[in-house]
């Protein structure tokens, strides 16, 4: 068996007994937004110290650990907390959660992170549908022996972020009046922020807002055959937009402030989901 295929089924193996239901949505809340799990109705808590090999999130405010319970009638697991590749995980146990949230039975990954604005028309708090998205400079988790159980070797990526998805998360923006802007996402490696000439190339490319994690997981659930959709919270302009420095405290800040708004829109994308 694949070493990697089987670190899956290992991981599995130790938690099954305490998966209450078969998840349709994998839901991963990024920086700042992890106390949405709090607000559903919760079924089972697994703290990721608990599951055979897993990665441990190190960063503040990541509580670590999936929940498991009903956003509506809709059945989710949520990653409480994410592991991030700056934090010195190979790749491959960087996207094991979204894996073993697939194993799990889990239909479609909504991804949810916090990023930097690029786009000039961005502002701290902005919502940003991710239609598209760049890798830069941090390994694809495709690399090796390909996990045939799980998907082809050379996957299409011409559709990642599904329009069906995409189009309902627009739906229940505009029914909540809530303002969506639309854009490219970029992952770079961090720990550290982009600096001003990093983000110049950036928007050259074609981005619109940057961060530490996301593209990696959609690559891998995308490659499992999963439906992906993602929003990406705007904390901060970019470094050379603003002359103030970036800190995670900020991040942190604008996060609790949009986070009702954020709330809404999730939970209302999810039913939404649910019912097709």
Known sequence: MNTGYDKINKAYESIKDRIPFKPKVALILGSGLGDYADSIDVAEVIDYHNIMDFPISTVLGHKGRFVFGYVGQVPVVIMQGRVHYYEGYQMTDVVLPTRLMKKMGAEILFLTNASGGINFDFNAGDFMLMTDHISLFVPNPLIGPNIDELGVRFPDMGEIYKK??????????AELNIPLKEGVY????????????????????GADAVGMSTVCEAIAANHMGMKVCGISCVSNLASGITDKPLTHAEVQETADRVAPLFKKLITESIIRMGAE
């Open 164 to 173: 069906d998805l995409n189009q309902i998360i627009r739906d229940s923006a």
């Open 186 to 205: 970029v992952q770079l490696t961090g720990p550290s922020y982009e600096c001003p000439a990093e983000i110049r190339m950036l928007r050259t490319m």
